[in-house]
């Protein structure tokens, strides 16, 4: 326990903040062939499909991914015949809520994908639902860095053509302008527009650069919202999303959530983007002056009264900085940190320690 103590004045402490980021692939194999289903996880409520890398039966098994799907009720497609009208409405009432927020009539407001919520005609009123687990995106998804490859070929067997994205039609959503063109106005914090690129892409509504918005992503909500008109009007050709040959409208309208899960899972060939980890950090200037700390409390530093460091009455007293105790007020002990050596101090010399709280 220290018996000397020096204050910390403001001059003295700093405080810092770093992102660290990690790119994340996920490749389509693993979402949707690799393990031949086994990393698929369907639940008996039937209102989200969670998607493991690696068979989740098995203790290496790590959660990556959720993925559901749901109308407004303001939609065409709501009507009480649809199989899980109900649950559909709710999962994209929920997540509208949670992500849009309410009017101010009180009302949830539905997902619009140019983030300004003004009119009615820009409303995405059917998608999918990415939801990404805290493993994977950490704090938060680096902004600019979103993209997701679809398979656009019309059939379902084959959704990337023979196989591989040069054989056939690929859609590619990006949020490219989430650097710098982000939207603030989510209760969820920050997000982007997705947009739909790709030659396999309708004329109608795509811009002079070849894009056309096809979603959202919330970057601290780690949330994509792919819009379901991807895999119909915006493509020149419909996909063909069941086995039976119906296309997007009629597999959400005719099948269940988890159906319409294993549909989206089908086209995605890959998925990837940067997280960010937020390493804030203090950081503290321990000086000692040329006066100071030339004594140690070690209770060996002294034998027969004498100091054992000092041959003669003229040496100077030398002492070696080994450790440095951060206390709070009442000189109780918080935090200590090593030195990888010890510092030789004396009356001849000044140090600067610097030591860093990363949290």
Not at 34 to 62: E, M, R
Not at 161 to 179: F, Y
Not at 185 to 201: D, F, K, Q, R, V
Not at 338 to 350: A, C, F, G, R, W
């Amino acid at each position: 326990m220290a018996t000397t103590f020096k204050t910390l004045t403001s001059a003295d402490v700093i405080s810092t903040k770093n992102l660290l980021h990690e790119a994340i692939p996920l490749t389509g194999a693993i979402i949707s062939g690799t393990y031949a289903d086994d990393n698929i996880k369907n639940f008996s409520h039937g209102i989200f499909q969670s998607v493991y890398d690696y068979p989740f039966l098995s203790s290496s098994a790590n959660h990556i991914l959720d993925l559901s799907a749901g109308w407004s009720s303001a939609s065409s497609l709501s009507a009480s015949t649809s199989i899980d009208n109900a649950k559909k409405i709710n999962i994209y009432n929920e997540m509208a809520q949670v992500l849009a927020g309410f009017d101010e009539n009180s009302a949830i407001r539905r997902f619009d994908d140019d983030g300004d919520f003004i009119g009615t005609a820009t409303k995405i009123n059917e998608a999918y639902f990415i939801n990404f687990t805290r493993l994977l995106t950490k704090d938060e998804i680096k902004k600019g860095s979103f993209s997701l490859s679809l398979g656009a070929n019309a059939a379902y067997a084959t959704p990337f053509g023979n196989g591989a994205v040069a054989s056939g039609p690929i859609v590619k959503l990006i949020d490219k302008s989430g650097s710098g063109g982000y939207k603030v106005n989510s209760p969820a914090g920050e997000y982007g527009i997705l947009y739909a690129t790709g030659s396999s892409l309708a004329a109608a509504g795509v811009d002079g650069d070849g894009y056309v918005k096809a979603g959202l992503v919330y970057y601290q909500a780690g949330i994509a919202v792919v819009s379901a008109s991807v895999f119909g009007s915006l493509l020149t050709t419909p996909a063909i999303m069941e086995v039976g040959g119906n296309n997007v409208t009629q597999a959400l309208t005719a099948s269940g959530i988890s159906a319409s899960c294993d549909s989206l899972r089908n086209r995605m060939y890959d998925l990837s983007f940067n997280n960010t980890t937020e390493l804030n950090s203090t950081i503290y200037f321990c000086r000692t002056n040329h006066d100071e700390f030339n004594y140690s409390s070690n209770p060996t530093y002294l034998s027969s009264s004498r100091i054992v460091v000092k041959n003669s009455e003229e040496d100077v007293p030398v002492s070696y900085i080994t450790t440095v105790g951060l206390y709070s007020a009442d000189n109780e002990l918080l935090a200590t940190a090593k030195l990888s050596e010890p510092l030789k101090k004396d009356p001849t010399v000044e140090l600067t320690v610097r030591v860093r709280l990363d949290y």
